[in-house]
């Protein structure tokens, strides 16, 4: 095996060599550039998450292509993509030619003792800033047992949305534990000036009032207000200024959360395998611009395969309405009714989340426990659908989505329900960045370029290894564009490293413009094609992955291994 990696390393890099001597004025038949690897595209396609369950709630993972209807703003679009991501069986393949991601990665093609390695990342993000004491003891109990069962497989993280707490990927329960132990219930903004006697108004109720026009919901708070200081001729002067600050703070709390949350995804974003958000808090209203803000999270959730989980930290919804025995005019009063709207109202972005990304939402229950099991596993089977919208205006308006079934009979869908446009159209480029970054960070192997890996390494001191990667390539089946007397491809060749907690370490990106003529494309396909990377590491345990990229017939080759520097 290292013989024969040998001899086309060799020879292609005698044509790097040759390349670099060649006279100016003559295009070289090889020619290589070098980077560091980073990831970062906006694509015109739109990929809908869809979910699938029958009557008894289990996932459907028989379904084709031509079993779904997908409408943008009410129109029927052409789906172009189509892919079933399977959890639970690995080697499955999907419908349409898109491998699914298997459960567990194939870990075996280099040399180094068998190890459990990670394939799952669950970050818990919990809702400090909206959570109150009495909804936060319970839920954190939950996590506590919940972590003592992690699967040797699996990392979990801790952030709030708040920031005040944040644990990277462990599966260290005692660092867990350390981490929950510090959350604390606190907003982020300054409450209203009357701390004695603040007057229950929600943002619900202040939305109703300063943007909705809403006069009863106004009466509503002017009446709280009179409960708090008596009667007053100034009460609706201050349930006003109250609606108004209840706004504001709205807004600086929202975006925090959604702050925060779109940085959690950008770091699932650089893990391999299955990645998914475990949302814990009671909810919170999403008003006006923060809209935008949502909806502009839930595309990079899925561009990156991130999955959110919600659970709604407030229980049963008869918690809400006081003592079951309450009377029928208190449960029938406006005060009540505006209470359990603006509950229903702080439930809709956690569902949004979840059903835009493929997760689940678990409420109006108090087993907490059963609730982070459940969330826990993700379905089992997930469509993907995705489609370029035909006329589309690249405006940032927002679109409203449908997805059905030909034969919708005993089915439950959960899918996205909207996107916003892009403001600018993303060229070829764009799409190609796109298409490698989704397989650096996946553990799938995809073979449509057959391609060996081999590693060698030394240590360099106490603390320091030098890391040697070799790729070699068979490029009979690429698709060369002939441009007079040349055959002509570009191979973009990306080699990762991970450490053994999934964390992305480093990474080099080598584009390859190969313009061959006849003799040495006809060498090139008897012998292959290596491409070799050096890295200065620290000792330790690394999960190395290659994924190479054509131009021309937009194929792609992916493979992982280990290696152990002790």
Same mark, same amino acid.
């Given at each position: ?54 009557? /008894? ?20 679009? =052409? ?49 400090? =800033? ?44 005692? /660092? ?328 992305? =370490? ?25 491409? /070799? ?29 280990? =290696?152990?520097?002790?």
């Amino acid at each position: 095996m290292l013989k024969y990696a040998l001899q086309p390393r060799v020879f292609a890099f005698a044509c790097l060599a040759l390349a670099a001597t060649a006279p100016a004025q003559e295009e070289p038949e090889i020619a290589s550039r070098q980077s560091p690897a980073t990831f970062s595209s906006k694509v015109n396609l739109v990929s809908v998450p869809v979910v699938v369950r029958d009557g /008894k709630g289990r996932a459907v993972g028989n379904l084709r292509q031509e079993d779904f209807r997908l409408f943008d703003k009410g129109k029927p679009q =052409v789906i172009t993509r189509f892919s079933v991501q399977t959890n639970g069986a690995p080697g499955n393949t999907a419908i349409g030619g898109t491998k699914a991601s298997p459960a567990v990665p194939a870990l075996s093609t280099l040399p180094g003792p068998e190890k459990v390695l990670p394939d799952r990342y669950v970050a818990y993000v919990f809702d400090d =800033v909206h959570l109150n004491f009495q909804n936060l003891v319970p839920v954190r109990a939950a996590a506590e047992r919940h972590f003592a069962t992690l699967p040797p497989t699996s990392r979990a993280a801790i952030f709030t949305t708040s920031g005040r707490v944040s644990l990277d990927f462990t599966d260290d329960r005692d /660092k867990l534990r350390e981490a929950l132990s510090r959350i604390a219930p606190g907003p982020t903004s300054s409450p209203p000036p009357d701390v004695e006697c603040p007057p229950g108004i929600t943002d619900y109720e202040a939305d109703r009032i300063v943007n909705g026009q809403d006069g009863q919901a106004f009466a509503a708070a002017t009446a709280e207000v009179i409960k708090c200081y008596g009667p007053t001729d100034a009460a609706p002067t201050i349930a006003m200024s109250i609606a108004h600050q209840m706004i504001g703070a709205n807004h600086i709390e929202t975006g925090a959360s959604m702050g925060v949350l779109t940085a959690v995804i950008q770091r699932l974003s650089v893990m391999p395998g299955s990645r998914a958000i475990m949302l814990l808090s009671p909810g919170y209203m999403v008003l006006g611009d923060s809209r935008a803000q949502q909806t502009e999270l839930l595309d990079r959730a899925i561009r990156a395969s991130v999955v959110i989980n919600s659970l709604n930290a407030r229980g049963l919804y008869t918690k809400l309405l006081g003592d079951a025995g309450a009377t029928r005019d208190r449960m029938d009063s406006p005060r009540m009714r505006y209470k359990f709207e603006s509950a229903q109202a702080d439930e809709d972005v956690m569902a949004e989340m979840a059903d835009g990304t493929g997760g689940k939402y678990f409420h109006n229950d108090n087993g907490f426990d059963e609730g982070l099991k459940q969330l826990a596993s993700p379905p089992e089977f997930t469509y993907v659908l995705g489609f370029s919208p035909q006329n589309l205006k690249f405006d940032g308006s927002y679109h409203t989505l449908k997805i059905t079934l030909v034969n919708a009979k005993g089915t439950e869908l959960q899918a996205r329900r909207g996107y916003w446009a892009p403001n600018h159209a993303a060229g070829a480029e764009e799409q190609a960045k796109e298409e490698i970054r989704e397989a650096v960070f996946s553990l799938e192997e995809v073979r449509d370029i057959p391609l060996d890996v081999t590693t060698d390494f030394f240590r360099t001191g106490d603390t320091a290894a030098e890391l040697t990667v070799d790729a070699h390539l068979d490029l009979n089946d690429l698709k060369f564009r002939t441009a007079g007397d040349r055959s002509q491809d570009t191979l973009t060749v990306v080699t990762g490293l991970f450490d053994q907690n999934g964390r992305y =370490v480093k990474g080099i990106q080598r584009v390859i413009d190969l313009r061959l003529r006849a003799q040495t494309l006809e060498k090139v396909l008897g012998s292959g094609f290596a491409v /070799k990377e050096t890295f200065d590491i620290a000792p330790g345990r690394y999960v190395v992955r290659v994924v190479v990229r054509d131009s021309e017939g937009q194929t792609t080759s992916a493979r992982n291994g280990t =290696v152990d520097i002790q």
